[in-house]
């Protein structure tokens, strides 16, 4: 299995940027496709970016394209969410998650339904 751990939260202006960090335990780190989630208050868990085993492959809610960027370092069995131009919308509850990176599509990347291992969350406060 996989243990993740999130960093990097916090409390930021709108317009500016914060890194997400995800560590995981565990040697078969680079066999999962790794996404993004976020919580807002009073929302329904939704996708935010995900990407594939490899890193060859990326995939962004609409909301966030070209604000999110989601990048792996599978030597340090890491995953990261480099953010700019924080705006309110994006306060929520960051969470990790690893899935299996076989019979990956699209709408499967996109889907918490098809992870298997989620990190406890960090908290991301976007106010003046």
């Known amino acids: 299995q996989v243990h993740l751990v999130e960093s990097g939260g916090g409390l930021v202006q709108p317009g500016g940027s914060l890194r997400l960090s995800c560590a995981a335990s565990g040697r078969t780190f680079s066999t999962y496709s790794m996404g993004w989630f976020r919580q807002a208050p009073g929302k329904e868990r939704e996708f935010v970016a995900a990407i594939n085993r490899g890193g060859g492959s990326t995939y962004y809610a609409d909301s966030v394209k070209g604000r999110f960027f989601i990048a792996r370092d599978n030597a340090r069995s890491t995953v990261s969410l480099q953010i700019y131009n924080l705006k309110p919308e994006d306060t929520a509850v960051y969470y990790c998650?690893?899935?299996?990176?076989?019979?990956?599509?699209?709408?499967?990347?996109?889907?918490?339904?098809?992870?298997?291992?989620w990190g406890q969350g960090t908290q991301v406060t976007v106010s003046t």
């Open positions: 998650a690893a899935r299996p990176a076989a019979l990956g599509t699209n709408a499967t990347m996109r889907s918490p339904e098809s992870y298997d291992y």
